[in-house]
């Protein structure tokens, strides 16, 4: 039972942590391109609830959509909350099944590589202000910062997932 409270804490703080991370990537984007800090996230709302997909109408000033703002990042974070319990589903099977360290491993890389393909496939229509670059960088630094509070929790966990056979 401890464990799987746990598990379910730490899952959602890492989920917590990844969504934060991807949040604060592309505000700093977006600062850095002068387009104002929720350009990404207005873009996004607007793309997944408004239904916007003509990008030559994206090149030019947007009005924030707030409704569509709140309703992307509740997407975003209800997503990024799934994946982290999953992740720590995923360890918490490694670190009760040492014959399952490999099959884990390949399933939390497999689930990186599964993330950038569903949201570089589901944002191809506004590939010119959304580059695919953006969002391999944007999840890499969400698995970072959020894999980094896990092995902190965990201690031995690193060597476990990363250098068990």
Same mark, same amino acid.
């Given at each position: 039972m401890q464990h799987d409270r746990r598990t379910i804490r730490d899952g959602l703080v890492v989920g917590f942590i990844g969504y934060v991370s #991807?949040?604060?990537f592309y505000s700093v984007f977006d600062l850095l391109a002068s387009r104002g800090q929720l350009y990404t996230v207005n873009l996004l709302g607007k793309a997944a609830f408004r239904g916007l997909r003509d990008p030559s109408v994206l090149m030019f000033a947007q009005?924030?959509?707030? =409704? &569509? !703002?709140?309703? @992307?990042?509740?997407?975003?974070? &209800?997503?990024?909350?799934? !994946? *982290?319990l999953v992740v720590t589903s995923l360890v918490g099977i490694a670190e009760r099944t040492p014959s399952r360290v490999g099959l884990v491993r390949i399933v939390i890389i497999a689930g990186f590589f599964v993330t950038v393909t569903i949201a570089g496939a589901l944002t191809t229509p506004i590939r010119p202000l959304l580059p695919m670059w953006s969002i391999v960088?944007?999840?890499?630094?969400?698995?970072? #910062?959020? *894999?980094? @509070?896990?092995? =902190?929790r965990r201690p031995g966990l690193w060597s476990k997932l990363a250098l068990a056979s």
């Open positions: #991807v949040a604060l009005d924030y959509d707030m =409704r &569509a !703002i709140f309703a @992307y990042n509740a997407l975003h974070l &209800a997503i990024a909350l799934l !994946i *982290g960088a944007a999840n890499a630094l969400a698995a970072i #910062v959020a *894999g980094s @509070y896990l092995l =902190r």
